[in-house]
């Protein structure tokens, strides 16, 4: 059964036209996270949330943007996205709560811009 | 600056034979170490997870071993599968202002050839 769920599992969008990238989780999750991860590269945060408060890593470009309607998605919103924004986008989720530390990872979106 | 390094880079063997892939971090205050594999085009799945008084973990044909003092880890794959063809990627968690983050490596890519 998926417990982490991204869509669309690949996404193509024009240079500067605005997109949104999904998450959902059916683990009931404190934690979630986003990911942006280039070939063979390492995953880099982005920002995450412990339930409604959100936290933006320090390098994260002001052109990507979260929201968190509830506990179950999450969303990536790149207002204008650049040819280096060309990714894969991977949502992962952690309990909280002291009840554990391991990410659980989506299978992610592959972002093309053209 | 908290890193982990991985080696090899890649890594082609022959279905059967076993491989060692090797983790270096300098990553302070550290609070555990995780190897997970991530397969192409899919979000990563953890292996093992070994806390700073674990010195080795196994789960399958996959051993992880950990040397606090001169921060390595090692992750031994015995027997080798095709379908262990993979990015193994270490991860450190450093406590960082009263919540864990993730110190990503850049993965070892492996490849199985029958």
């Known amino acids: 059964d998926a417990m982490v769920i991204q869509n669309p599992r690949y996404q193509v969008t024009q240079f500067g036209k605005p997109v949104t990238l999904s998450c959902s989780q059916t683990l009931n999750h404190n934690v979630m996270y986003w990911y942006q991860q280039k070939s063979s590269q390492a995953p880099k945060l982005l920002f995450h949330?412990?339930?409604?408060?959100?936290?933006n890593e320090a390098d994260t470009p002001d052109n990507f943007q979260s929201r968190r309607p509830n506990t179950s998605f999450c969303f990536l919103d790149i207002r204008s996205p650049g040819l280096g924004d060309a990714a894969m986008y991977l949502c992962?989720?952690?309990?909280?709560?002291?009840?554990?530390?391991?990410?659980?990872f989506g299978p992610g979106t592959r972002l093309l811009v053209l | 600056k908290n890193q982990v390094e991985q080696s090899p880079q890649s890594l082609i063997i022959l279905e059967g034979k076993n491989c060692t892939l090797q983790c270096n971090y300098t990553v302070s205050p550290f609070s555990n170490l995780r190897w997970y594999k991530q397969d192409t085009g899919r979000g990563p799945v953890s292996l093992t997870i070994?806390?700073?008084?674990?010195n080795t973990k196994s789960n399958g044909r996959y051993t992880a071993t950990l040397d606090a003092d001169t921060k390595q880890s090692s992750l031994h794959i015995t027997a080798s599968q095709l379908s262990d063809s993979a990015s193994y990627i270490c991860v450190v968690s450093a406590q960082s202002g009263g919540y864990n983050k993730l110190i990503f490596g850049a993965g070892t890519r492996l490849a199985v050839h029958p």
């Open positions: 992962a989720t952690r309990p909280g709560g002291g009840r554990g530390e391991t990410q659980y």
């Open positions: 070994m806390t700073f008084s674990e």
């Open positions: 949330y412990y339930d409604k408060d959100f936290n």
